[in-house]
C-alpha cells in the first residue's frame, strides 16, 4: 500500500526474532501508523518463529510465563462477562486469531456456541483439544455464512493482519443486525507508549503491521458504517508491556521499575482515557 512520506521521529528495531529495523509511517487516511517496509505475506510466519512468542504457546518456563498465564486466567474471566453483557439469548461468538484457544474454552464451559480463526497450526491444534475442533484456518474465514455471530472478538489482532479495512468489511458481514464486534489494540498514545518510545514493546514490528490511536480506531470503524458504543481499559497490559520494554531498552527484566512505569499509565490513563491497551466495543451504525 502507499503510505504518507510524513514520517514520525523514530525507528523501530524487532526485538523479539529477526534484529531488523522499521520505520512507522502515518497512514493517509487515518490516524493510524504503519510499520514499514512490512513483510510479504508469504514471509510473514518466519517473524513468529520464537519459543518466546506467548500466545501461541502454553509453556510457564520462567516467572514472567508463570506471571503471565495466571495474569490472562484474570483477563479470561473479564472478557467472559464483558461479551455476556452485551447478548440474550444467542449466544454465538467468533473469536479471530485465539491463540491456543483459552477464551473460546472459557466462553463455551458458560454455554456458548463458539468458533475460532487461528492461523498458527501448532496453536490452532492446540485450540482444537481445548474445544471439540471448534477451530479453523484463517482461509475458511470467507466461507462462514452472513450474520452467523452475535459477538466477534479480536483480542490484539486486528495489528496483526494485512488488509485491515478489508477484515472490517469480513466481520461486519458476519455480525448479526443486533451483534457486537469487540476489538482490543494497543494504544500508542498511552504514558507508556510516550515513556519508551522506540523500545516499546507494543510496537512489537513487524509482527505489528498497524498502530492504533482511539480518534484513528473511531475513524475507521465510521468508514465502515460501524459505531464504537463503548471503549474499555485492559490495565494489565500497561506492566506488561513495560516490563518487555525494560528488557528491550536495558537487557534485563526490570520488575520495580516496569511496575513503577505501568502504575504511572494508568494513573495518566484515568485523567486521559489514553490506556496502554484499549478495548473497543462496534455495533452496527
Not at 39 to 61: G, V
Not at 75 to 102: F, P
Amino acid at each position: 500500500m502507499e503510505v504518507s512520506t510524513n514520517r514520525i521521529d523514530f525507528q523501530v528495531k524487532d526485538y523479539s526474532v529477526s534484529n531488523e529495523i522499521f520505520q512507522l509511517e502515518r497512514h493517509p487516511e487515518f490516524e493510524i501508523l504503519v510499520t514499514t517496509p512490512q513483510p510479504n505475506l508469504e514471509d510473514l510466519p518466519a517473524y513468529y518463529k520464537s519459543e518466546d512468542y506467548i500466545s501461541h504457546t502454553d509453556s510457564k518456563r520462567n516467572l514472567f510465563e508463570k506471571a503471565y498465564h495466571a495474569i490472562r486466567s484474570i483477563a479470561l474471566k473479564r472478557k467472559l462477562k464483558l461479551i455476556n453483557s452485551y447478548t440474550t439469548s444467542d449466544k454465538s461468538l467468533l473469536d479471530i486469531g485465539c491463540g491456543t484457544g483459552d477464551f473460546l474454552q472459557a466462553a463455551q464451559q458458560n454455554n456458548w456456541t463458539v468458533s475460532g480463526i487461528e492461523p498458527n497450526a501448532e496453536a490452532r491444534k492446540i485450540a482444537n483439544g481445548k474445544t471439540q475442533d471448534a477451530v479453523q484456518d484463517a482461509h475458511e474465514l470467507s466461507n462462514l455464512k452472513n450474520e452467523s455471530f452475535e459477538v466477534i472478538t479480536l483480542w490484539h489482532v486486528l495489528e496483526h493482519l494485512p488488509d485491515f479495512q478489508e477484515q472490517i468489511i469480513s466481520y461486519k458481514r458476519l455480525l448479526r443486525n443486533s451483534g457486537t464486534l469487540i476489538i482490543a489494540v494497543p494504544n500508542y498514545n498511552s504514558y507508556d507508549a510516550e515513556y519508551y518510545q522506540n523500545f516499546w514493546a507494543a510496537y512489537d514490528v513487524p509482527r505489528h503491521l498497524w498502530h492504533f490511536s482511539e480518534k484513528g480506531m473511531k475513524q475507521l470503524m465510521e468508514k465502515q458504517g460501524l459505531k464504537i458504543v463503548e471503549t474499555k481499559p485492559m490495565i494489565f497490559d500497561a506492566y506488561y508491556v513495560s516490563l518487555l520494554s525494560e528488557k528491550y531498552k536495558t537487557g534485563k527484566m526490570n520488575f520495580l521499575k516496569a511496575f513503577r512505569i505501568g502504575f504511572r499509565s494508568n494513573r495518566a490513563a484515568k485523567r486521559s482515557g489514553a490506556y496502554s491497551s484499549l478495548i473497543y466495543v462496534v455495533k452496527k451504525a
